[in-house]
């Protein structure tokens, strides 16, 4: 457990603009019902046009309630009230952190900060480079126990941080790469940003690869609006925290039960600390042995997490690829721009379906971003229509002895949905598949790379069951489960060759289905 004595205090504000005596008056208030607090760290434009308000608290006539630390400025026209890049105190209590670097309070408190906006190559007072961040990340990777930092501040917003997480309403206009590659490299236990004028809390995100055995704290990102902003929106953050040199591992290592995935991705075109691109990637089950890492890439010559526009061709015939000759066209009952919804062949019902992406991909995993976005609308489509009709489909994909994604999409009962989950484990112990919860929020290709085998299951009620298959599997296990006697009751339809009609009825199926989803159907609005 982290010591009581050792949490300190601490505020963080967004853009003050010249607002300070709001900023100070609700610091003030608030320390006069909570006691002291030990720092204030401010992020975005600490000087407005207004300079009015600075004044008595630079002549000394005014006192600044908390120690304040600042980062640099974000316009040149502001240039002037700040001192070299080196930083310094700029009143009582005021200090200019400088352009970049690493701070560490009295209290071990480990802070990274970015002054600036991003301005690629562009270097100068207001904008930082692509150097200014490979020198930060050396600078903080290279100490000899790292293991991350409590803070990071920075100005500009990292780019894509939203992904996999709470929902962003209004988009940052100059979200940065750079900055999301610091955030991956030194993991941050908090990451503070402004300039936007928008108030935003992320659930965190995990600083390591699910099911590795080797954990890592938690990050969070919070983005803080304008000082005293007419809509009320947060922009003072007050939290306690204990310095990460205190913190036992157990405690760091807690996830909290809405952590997501790590929204970015490293760039593989940036140079590592020791100066050359870094190949080195580590995935569940994807080694010779537990526990080692494996050198190379997941598709091809592209790094992780980057595909080619084009998907691969088909070794032989592929019943599913869209334009192959071998699919059978009549079961087919909407297409959209990368992805089609055919009616399953022998099905559990007559409203179980598959999605399938247009091109050949092999399984989730090596399928292209557009794909999975628009598996992902298809999704949220068949849930609408299902639950038109008190439904709620089970999705599952068996990617194993299949050459071809394929989305198995089967309705069963609303008032079936809570017991799915106790029913795919107990059917899974039973035939001794270790099939293990991941969370709502992951992103399977962050868990198994391509190539390998897995089962994998989104239950109605949010879980995500996952089986990395290592040798034999029961290929019929998706299907056996949705027919036990507590679901839909069918134990003669494990196998789809027990439900085959003729292709006439067929037809007739897939007309009627057409008919039912139209309206939901996003292709067809």
Same mark, same amino acid.
């Given at each position: 457990?982290?010591?009581?004595?050792?949490?300190?205090?601490?505020?963080?504000?967004?853009?003050?603009?010249?607002?300070?005596?709001?900023?100070?008056?609700?610091?003030?208030?608030?320390?006069?019902?909570?006691?002291?607090?030990?720092?204030?760290?401010?992020?975005?434009?600490?000087?407005?046009?207004?300079?009015?308000?600075?004044?008595? *608290?630079?002549?000394?006539?005014?006192?600044?309630?908390?120690?304040?630390?600042?980062?640099?400025?974000?316009?040149?026209?502001?240039?002037?009230?700040?001192?070299?890049?080196?930083?310094?105190?700029?009143?009582?209590?005021?200090?200019?952190?400088?352009?970049?670097?690493?701070?560490?309070?009295?209290?071990?408190?480990?802070?990274?900060?970015?002054?600036?906006?991003?301005?690629?190559?562009?270097?100068?007072?207001?904008?930082?480079?692509?150097?200014?961040?490979?020198?930060?990340?050396?600078?903080?990777?290279?100490?000899?126990?790292?293991?991350?930092?409590?803070?990071?501040?920075?100005?500009?917003?990292?780019?894509?941080?939203?992904?996999?997480?709470?929902?962003?309403?209004?988009?940052?206009?100059?979200?940065?790469?750079?900055?999301?590659?610091?955030?991956?490299?030194?993991?941050?236990? *908090?990451?503070?940003?402004?300039?936007?004028?928008?108030?935003?809390?992320?659930?965190?995100?995990?600083?390591?690869?699910?099911?590795?055995?080797?954990?890592?704290?938690?990050?969070?990102?919070?983005?803080?609006?304008?000082?005293?902003?007419?809509?009320?929106?947060?922009?003072?953050?007050?939290?306690?925290?204990?310095?990460?040199?205190?913190?036992?591992?157990?405690?760091?290592?807690?996830?909290?039960?809405?952590?997501?995935?790590?929204? *970015?991705?490293?760039?593989?075109?940036?140079?590592?600390?020791?100066?050359?691109?870094?190949?080195?990637?580590?995935?569940?089950?994807?080694?010779?042995?537990?526990?080692?890492?494996?050198?190379?890439?997941?598709?091809?010559?592209?790094?992780?997490?980057?595909?080619?526009?084009?998907?691969?061709?088909?070794?032989?015939?592929?019943?599913?690829?869209?334009?192959?000759?071998?699919?059978?066209?009549?079961?087919?009952?909407?297409?959209?721009?990368?992805?089609?919804?055919?009616?399953?062949?022998?099905?559990?019902?007559?409203?179980?379906?598959?999605?399938?992406?247009?091109?050949?991909?092999?399984?989730?995993?090596?399928?292209?971003?557009?794909?999975?976005?628009?598996?992902?609308?298809?999704?949220?489509?068949?849930?609408?229509?299902?639950?038109?009709?008190?439904?709620?489909?089970?999705?599952?994909?068996?990617?194993?002895?299949?050459?071809?994604?394929?989305?198995?999409?089967?309705?069963?009962?609303?008032?079936?949905?809570?017991?799915?989950?106790?029913?795919?484990?107990?059917?899974?112990?039973?035939?001794?598949?270790?099939?293990?919860?991941?969370?709502?929020?992951?992103?399977?290709?962050?868990?198994?790379?391509?190539?390998?085998? *897995?089962?994998?299951?989104?239950?109605?009620?949010?879980?995500?069951?996952?089986?990395?298959?290592?040798?034999?599997?029961?290929?019929?296990?998706?299907?056996?489960?949705?027919?036990?006697?507590?679901?839909?009751?069918?134990?003669?339809?494990?196998?789809?060759?027990?439900?085959?009609?003729?292709?006439?009825?067929?037809?007739?199926?897939?007309?009627?289905?057409?008919?039912?989803?139209?309206?939901?159907?996003?292709?067809?609005?």
């Amino acid at each position: 457990m982290a010591e009581p004595e050792r949490s300190l205090k601490v505020f963080v504000s967004g853009d003050v603009n010249g607002k300070f005596n709001s900023l100070f008056s609700r610091i003030s208030s608030i320390q006069k019902k909570m006691g002291k607090f030990d720092l204030l760290f401010c992020v975005g434009s600490f000087f407005g046009n207004d300079m009015s308000q600075w004044v008595p *608290y630079k002549d000394g006539e005014k006192e600044v309630p908390v120690e304040t630390y600042i980062l640099g400025c974000n316009d040149d026209e502001y240039a002037q009230h700040f001192m070299e890049d080196g930083g310094g105190e700029l009143c009582s209590n005021v200090t200019y952190l400088g352009k970049s670097g690493l701070f560490t309070s009295t209290s071990g408190l480990t802070v990274g900060y970015l002054s600036g906006r991003d301005g690629g190559d562009k270097d100068d007072f207001s904008h930082f480079s692509k150097a200014d961040v490979d020198a930060l990340k050396r600078k903080i990777l290279n100490t000899s126990t790292f293991k991350g930092i409590d803070i990071l501040l920075t100005s500009v917003w990292p780019k894509d941080v939203n992904k996999y997480g709470t929902e962003l309403k209004q988009q940052p206009t100059c979200a940065s790469e750079s900055v999301a590659q610091l955030a991956l490299a030194v993991k941050p236990r *908090y990451h503070f940003s402004g300039l936007e004028g928008i108030s935003y809390e992320r659930n965190p995100y995990r600083n390591h690869k699910l099911l590795t055995g080797q954990q890592s704290h938690v990050s969070r990102f919070v983005a803080l609006a304008h000082a005293g902003n007419k809509d009320k929106l947060k922009y003072l953050y007050a939290f306690n925290i204990v310095p990460l040199k205190y913190i036992g591992a157990d405690e760091l290592h807690k996830q909290p039960v809405d952590t997501t995935e790590c929204p *970015y991705k490293k760039d593989f075109n940036q140079q590592t600390s020791r100066g050359a691109p870094e190949r080195n990637e580590f995935f569940y089950g994807n080694s010779p042995s537990a526990g080692t890492k494996r050198h190379g890439t997941v598709h091809g010559d592209e790094p992780p997490g980057k595909r080619s526009s084009e998907p691969p061709k088909p070794k032989g015939p592929c019943w599913f690829c869209l334009g192959s000759p071998e699919v059978e066209k009549h079961l087919v009952v909407s297409v959209g721009t990368s992805v089609y919804l055919a009616l399953a062949k022998g099905g559990l019902n007559e409203q179980h379906v598959l999605i399938l992406p247009i091109g050949h991909f092999q399984s989730l995993v090596t399928c292209s971003d557009d794909v999975l976005q628009e598996i992902a609308k298809y999704k949220a489509a068949l849930k609408k229509f299902y639950k038109s009709q008190g439904k709620t489909p089970v999705f599952f994909e068996r990617n194993f002895k299949s050459s071809h994604t394929q989305i198995q999409t089967v309705p069963i009962p609303k008032d079936k949905a809570g017991s799915c989950m106790q029913v795919f484990m107990d059917n899974a112990s039973q035939l001794g598949i270790d099939l293990v919860e991941i969370p709502e929020r992951s992103d399977l290709k962050e868990i198994v790379p391509a190539g390998k085998t *897995y089962f994998y299951v989104e239950l109605p009620t949010g879980e995500k069951l996952f089986h990395s298959i290592k040798k034999n599997f029961p290929v019929q296990f998706g299907r056996e489960v949705l027919a036990d006697e507590v679901l839909l009751n069918q134990p003669d339809k494990v196998d789809w060759r027990n439900c085959a009609v003729s292709k006439e009825k067929e037809k007739e199926l897939a007309k009627q289905f057409q008919q039912d989803f139209r309206s939901f159907d996003f292709n067809a609005l």
